[in-house]
C-alpha cells in the first residue's frame, strides 16, 4: 500500500523516502520509481508477543536514527510514536489497521492517528479522551491496482467466488451449507491459503469444508499470489460471496473491495467495516450473520441475487465506482489533504 502511495506521491511533486526492512539481496539504499528506500536490519516475526515487542523496539530505534528532516513522518511501528524525538513526533502520521489494543494513550504527541475504517476509527476514540477524538482521521485504504474493466456480469460467467484465507472466522462452512440449499446452485471457487503458515485454518478445516462441498461444484483452488492471475478470478466472477464471522478480526475488507472493482456484485456479512463501501441493495449485499439460520439467510439473499439479473447491470456498475473513490491516486489525494493540517 505504501509502496504504492509513496510512487503517486511523488507524482504529485512530493518528495518521498521509505524507510524499510533488510531482505535478501535489496539494496540498503535505491531509488525505486524516483522514491528513495533506505533499508536498515530488521527480525524474523518471532512467536512470542513480548519478544515481538523487544525485536520492533530495536528495529525502530534503528529506522528513527536514518529519518531524514521531513514535514510529515508516516509509520505503523509500534514504538515509533513513542520514541521519536519531540519535533519529529508533532508530525507523525500514525497508521493503524488493526483494531488497536490499549496503546492509542501512549501516542498523545503523534499529529494523527489514521484509521482504514470507521470501526477501527471508533475503536481508537475509545481509547482516548473526548478532548483528543480530533487528532483521529479515518482514510481508507487504496485498491493495490487500476482495473481495466471491459463488460458488465452479463458478459460474465454465472459464478460465485471468494478469496481470502481458507480459515473457519471466514464462514466459509456457512457459505457451502448455503450453497446446498440453493433453488439453482451456481459454482463456487475459492481462491486462499488453507495451511496454517499462511493464516488458514489447516488440514481438519479444509477436510471439513471439502466434506461439505462433496457433489456440489466447488473448486478449492488454493493461494494465487500473482496479481494478474487474481485479477482473471475477479474479472470472470458474477458474485463475489464474503461471509466472514470475524467480528473484531476485519478491519477493512480488502478483497471485497477489489472484486467490485472488476465489477464483481459483493455479498458480505453484516460487519461494520464492509458498510465504509458497501450499501446494501445498491452495489452489494449485507446478510445477517448472526441469525440463528444464518446459512438460512445467506441462502435467501442468493437465490434473491441469481434470480434477478435485471439487477446485475446495475448493481455492478455501482460497484465500479470504487475504481475512482479508492482509487491510488484520489487516496494520496486525501493523505495530503491531512498532511497540510498538521504542517
Known amino acids: 500500500?505504501?509502496?504504492?502511495?509513496?510512487?503517486?506521491?511523488?507524482?504529485?511533486?512530493?518528495?518521498?523516502?521509505?524507510?524499510?526492512?533488510?531482505?535478501?539481496?535489496?539494496?540498503?539504499?535505491?531509488?525505486?520509481?524516483?522514491?528513495?528506500?533506505?533499508?536498515?536490519?530488521?527480525?524474523?516475526t518471532p512467536s512470542g508477543g513480548l519478544k515481538l515487542k523487544a525485536l520492533d523496539l530495536l528495529y525502530t530505534r534503528r529506522a528513527l536514527h536514518v529519518v531524514p528532516e521531513c514535514d510529515i513522518l508516516v509509520t505503523n511501528s509500534f514504538w515509533a510514536p513513542i520514541l521519536a524525538r519531540k519535533k519529529l513526533a508533532h508530525r507523525m502520521f500514525v497508521d493503524v489497521q488493526r483494531m488497536p489494543k490499549g496503546q492509542m494513550r501512549f501516542y498523545g504527541r503523534a499529529a494523527r492517528l489514521r484509521a482504514n475504517s470507521t470501526p477501527v476509527a471508533e475503536a481508537i476514540c475509545a481509547e482516548l479522551s473526548k478532548s483528543e477524538h480530533h487528532r483521529v482521521v479515518m482514510v481508507p485504504n487504496p485498491l493495490p491496482f487500476h482495473a481495466e474493466v471491459v463488460g458488465l456480469p452479463h458478459d460474465k460467467e454465472q459464478t460465485l467466488l471468494y478469496v481470502g484465507r481458507v480459515h473457519p472466522e471466514k464462514g466459509l462452512h456457512l457459505l457451502?451449507?448455503?450453497?446446498?440449499?440453493?433453488?439453482?446452485?451456481?459454482?463456487?471457487?475459492?481462491?486462499?491459503?488453507?495451511?496454517?503458515?499462511?493464516?488458514?485454518?489447516?488440514?481438519?478445516?479444509?477436510?471439513?469444508?471439502?466434506?461439505?462441498?462433496?457433489?456440489?461444484?466447488?473448486?478449492?483452488?488454493?493461494?494465487?499470489?500473482?496479481?494478474?492471475?487474481?485479477?482473471?478470478?475477479?474479472?470472470k466472477a458474477t458474485v463475489f460471496v464474503y461471509p466472514s464471522l470475524a467480528e473484531k478480526g476485519e478491519t477493512f475488507g480488502l478483497a471485497p473491495l477489489e472484486a467490485m472493482a472488476w465489477g464483481c456484485i459483493p455479498l458480505v456479512s453484516d460487519l461494520a467495516c464492509f458498510k465504509d463501501f458497501i450499501e446494501d441493495g445498491s452495489n452489494g449485499f449485507i446478510f445477517d450473520h448472526r441469525s440463528p439460520d444464518a446459512s438460512g439467510v445467506l441462502v435467501e439473499v442468493l437465490n434473491g441475487i441469481i434470480s434477478r439479473p435485471g439487477i446485475w447491470g446495475d448493481c455492478s456498475r455501482q460497484a465500479l465506482r470504487v475504481n475512482e473513490t479508492h482509487g491510488t491516486s484520489k487516496i494520496a489525494r486525501l493523505f495530503m489533504d491531512e498532511f497540510a493540517k498538521c504542517r
Open 1 to 44: 500500500m505504501w509502496f504504492g502511495l509513496g510512487s503517486e506521491f511523488v507524482r504529485q511533486g512530493h518528495e518521498v523516502v521509505h524507510i524499510s526492512r533488510t531482505w535478501g539481496s535489496l539494496p540498503r539504499h535505491e531509488f525505486i520509481q524516483d522514491v528513495e528506500h533506505v533499508r536498515v536490519d530488521g527480525y524474523d
Open 176 to 235: 457451502l451449507q448455503a450453497i446446498r440449499k440453493m433453488a439453482i446452485p451456481w459454482p463456487l471457487k475459492i481462491v486462499g491459503p488453507y495451511q496454517t503458515a499462511q493464516g488458514g485454518g489447516g488440514e481438519a478445516y479444509l477436510r471439513q469444508l471439502t466434506q461439505l462441498a462433496s457433489g456440489m461444484d466447488v473448486e478449492f483452488v488454493g493461494p494465487v499470489f500473482n496479481t494478474e492471475d487474481l485479477n482473471s478470478y475477479y474479472r
